[in-house]
């Protein structure tokens, strides 16, 4: 039994389910009247479904040929079947999660391709408005080659109109999300104390093409979508006598720039901003991912504060590194001047080194004194000297210490009786 057929009046996507009323608002369509087309074969279905409000009569189609068991059958091969039935189960997850993102608007599922009997449907696609605003929402699944991706392009252009958005909500999967060994990206918007993680990934040749056409490429993963901004990378250029960008700067000289809010051609990857689903949806002025643009606008502020930081750190290297040797410290040069004063002050107070003489040469009689020096010349001899020192140096041999000659005994015998009559007589 069909579950899924399209209307060729309507170019809408009918489900049926077991309720007995999931049929109940659809227009008759008896086999003859080739109002209903399977998805998978192309050929004509008819609508079964019940007569009165109650009764239980489960609704379905039928392609007017059974087997013998009775069961409605479809031309069409399984693996085809298969696919057909995955890719609207894809596009029927996404309605679903957007009628509760988006409370009071209408989303329905269409078709605007034409469909060649006896070839499967054309992809279908999800379609809202808000606001005077379309949106028409391609959600591929498998494999989507540059033919396919043209036709749909232009089929929808003339089925909406150019004042449509047309937005592919890609899956994360093998065909369509191409890391290509990019890790996450920390980056730090405009005023903000911390860094976020963008996920990044490298474009594919179509997603590209959809860019160029003015289409919007999103990817979804249930409530979230993540919005692309280009990523393109350089190399700072270094101002001759001015910069240095090695040692620790170096890490700092491959940087990057971002475009937005659609990246430009030539970006080395993309870098992924997650939004909410549901704030994809402005208010009442249709569809616009608010949060995500504010935040590449941030991302763009703060790149220019982080290249002049980095230009910074380079220029304060090259300064380092060429700075001329610092001038003597003052403490240092008054050390110098008084060293060489103490040895000025030695050099002068300590006499010469003389041989000494004998000790049985030493004359009985303490030597001649030195004449004092006038007070002039003494202040000549130790003017300049700032810092003498406290205790005089010591001298190269002992000092001459004088002692008393003990007077001569008084005379004896004759002589002495002879002085005695020298002094009465005197």
């Known amino acids: 039994m069909t579950l899924h057929a399209r209307d060729t009046v309507t170019g809408q996507l009918v489900t049926l389910t077991p309720d007995p009323a999931s049929a109940d608002h659809l227009a008759p369509g008896p086999l003859s009247s080739e109002r209903y ?32 068991a009775g069961a409605d059958t479809c031309p069409a091969r399984a693996g085809i079947q298969k696919e057909v039935e995955a890719g609207l189960q894809v596009v029927i997850d996404l309605r679903d999660h957007l009628a509760t993102a988006w409370p009071g608007v209408q989303t329905l599922i269409e078709c605007p391709e034409p469909q060649t009997p006896g070839e499967a449907s054309p992809p279908a696609v999800i379609v809202a408005a808000s606001g005077g605003q379309v949106l ?34 890609f899956a994360e999967d093998e065909h369509h999300f191409r890391q290509g060994g990019l890790k996450d990206k920390a980056v730090r918007p405009a005023g903000a104390t911390t860094s976020v993680r963008h996920m990044r990934v490298r474009p594919t040749q179509q997603q590209l093409q959809i860019i160029e056409a003015g289409g919007s490429v999103y990817w979804v993963n249930g409530a979230t979508v993540c919005i692309p901004y280009g990523g393109h990378e350089f190399t700072h250029e270094p101002r001759p006598n001015r910069e240095d960008w090695g040692g620790d700067v170096a890490w700092r000289r491959n940087d990057w720039r971002i475009s937005h809010p659609r990246p430009l051609p030539g970006a080395q990857w993309w870098g992924l901003v997650p939004i909410g689903l549901s704030t994809l949806r402005r208010g009442r002025a249709g569809f616009h991912p608010a949060e995500a643009h504010e935040m590449m606008e941030r991302l763009e502020r703060s790149q220019g504060a982080r290249w002049a930081t ?25 050390a110098t001047e008084a060293t060489e004063a103490t040895e000025a002050t030695e050099a002068t107070e300590q006499p010469p080194l003389t041989e000494v003489p004998p000790a049985s040469t ?37 000092p001459y210490v004088a002692t008393a000659v003990p007077p001569l005994p008084p005379p004896r015998g004759p002589l002495s009786r002879l002085l005695k009559w020298a002094q009465r007589k005197d």
Do not use: N
């Open 362 to 398: 030493l004359p009985s009689a303490p030597p001649a004194e030195p004449a004092p020096v006038p007070g002039d010349a003494a202040e000549e001899k130790t003017e300049g000297i700032q810092r003498p020192l406290a205790v005089p140096p010591r001298p190269a041999y002992a």
């Open 310 to 334: 980095a230009r910074r750190v380079a220029r304060e290297r090259y300064e380092a590194l060429h700075r001329p040797p610092p001038a003597p410290v003052a403490e240092a040069t008054e």
């Open 136 to 169: 028409v929402i391609e959600c591929p699944h498998g494999p989507l080659d540059d033919p396919v991706l043209q036709r749909r392009i232009q089929a929808v252009r003339a089925h909406y109109g150019s004042g449509a958005a047309h937005v592919w909500f």
């Open 37 to 68: 087309r399977c998805m998978s074969c192309g050929h004509p279905v008819g609508l079964s479904r019940r007569s009165g409000s109650h009764s239980a009569y489960a609704p379905r189609f039928s392609h007017g040929q059974s087997t013998e």
